[in-house]
């Protein structure tokens, strides 16, 4: 049974840094590419970013770019999400998602697992 778990999620003032985390199980993790999505109040569930198998190639949101960096972490089963310069409107339900032999796409549709999500809320 696959299963994603977040964590690190929290209230912060503008301007901090968190890092959230999500540790995967049931998965063989070496063959998934990881992505990190969003989903504000009232609103869809957007990209923020994503990273290759291997770890070595990522993306991102041009919302997020030089703010924030994903790392994957193939012997822990983990792939991390550091936030830093956080602004309220970074204020979401952050997801990770694994898509088996992706390349680390936009696309949410590409994604076969979802984790249940942690809440990111930035103060102003």
């Known amino acids: 049974q696959v299963q994603l778990v977040e964590s690190g999620g929290g209230l912060v003032q503008a301007g901090n840094s968190l890092r959230l985390s999500c540790v995967a199980s049931g998965v063989t993790f070496s063959r998934y590419a990881m992505g990190w999505f969003r989903q504000a109040p009232g609103k869809g569930r957007d990209f923020v970013a994503a990273?290759?198998?291997?770890?070595?190639?990522?993306n991102y949101a041009d919302s997020v770019k030089g703010r924030f960096t994903i790392s994957k972490d193939n012997a822990k089963n983990t792939v991390y999400l550091q936030m830093n310069s956080l602004r309220p409107e970074d204020t979401a339900v952050y997801f990770c998602a694994a898509d088996l032999w992706g390349t680390g796409v936009q696309s949410q549709h590409a994604y076969e697992y979802w984790g249940q999500g942690t809440q990111v809320t930035v103060s102003s």
């Open positions: 990273v290759t198998r291997t770890g070595g190639s990522t």
